[in-house]
């Protein structure tokens, strides 16, 4: 049994790009949530996909937006990238609803510069 | 305005002795609890839960007890080992409609051998 993969491992970036992070889930979860952790914080939830479509969005803004892919594996893409955005990004793969729990992967620590 | 919040950046305990990690929270519709353990360049790894119908819950070294009329949790680790040495996170899901995690801001763990 696979766990959640995430890519790249680490990314740094200039103020005004796009970023694009990927997610593949662990095998037989079909939900994925994504959360972003800042330094001496816990993670605060993005948004979550299940069956393509987003289920669920926490507080923010629209230029975080995100897709999942019929294998169940996700992107997030982040606009305009601005220095708050430097973060851990952490991706989480489940059943429906968190149901059985939710397995983490290791995150894609962005830097914008 | 934070709905879990764990008042305890950090602890330091003796090997053998017993760890007690604290979280508050103040979401009436939180009705899951969880902790979850992170170690540095690592995703959170699952520790253990509680429902909101039971005050108690026992896996190993490792339990969870819970004051709803407090809204209070806590994490006892009997006895602690130097390998427990993390940074533990509380969580509790049912405040939305994707059952998405609300974290803490974490407690620094440090087992002294």
């Known amino acids: 049994e696979t766990g959640v993969t995430q890519s790249p491992t680490h990314l740094i970036k200039t103020r005004g790009q796009q970023v694009t992070l990927r997610c593949s889930s662990q095998s037989g979860h079909n939900t994925v949530s994504w959360y972003q952790q800042a330094l001496g914080q816990g993670p605060q939830f993005i948004f979550q996909y299940y069956r393509e479509e987003e289920n669920g969005r926490g507080n923010f803004p629209p230029r975080f937006s995100g897709l999942q892919f019929p294998n169940y594996s996700s992107e997030l893409n982040v606009n305009a990238l601005e220095l708050d955005d430097s973060a851990l990004y952490l991706c989480?793969?489940?059943?429906?609803?968190?149901?059985?729990?939710?397995?983490f992967g290791s995150g894609t620590r962005l830097t914008v510069v | 305005d934070q709905q879990v919040k764990q008042n305890s950046p950090s602890l330091s305990v003796q090997e053998g002795r017993i760890s007690i990690l604290n979280c508050d929270y103040t979401n009436s519709m939180f009705d899951y609890f969880l902790w979850y353990k992170k170690y540095p360049a690592e995703g959170p790894t699952f520790l253990i839960s509680i429902s909101s119908i039971k005050d108690k819950n026992e896996d190993g070294r490792f339990t969870v007890f819970l004051n709803k009329s407090a809204k209070h949790l806590s994490l006892h680790i009997v006895p602690s080992q130097p390998g427990d040495s993390a940074v533990y996170f509380c969580?509790?899901?049912?405040?939305?409609?994707?059952?998405?995690?609300?974290f803490g801001s974490g407690t620094q763990l440090t087992v002294l051998p």
């Open positions: 969580a509790a899901s049912g405040g939305g409609s994707a059952r998405q995690l609300t």
């Open positions: 989480a793969s489940s059943q429906r609803q968190g149901e059985g729990g939710y397995t």
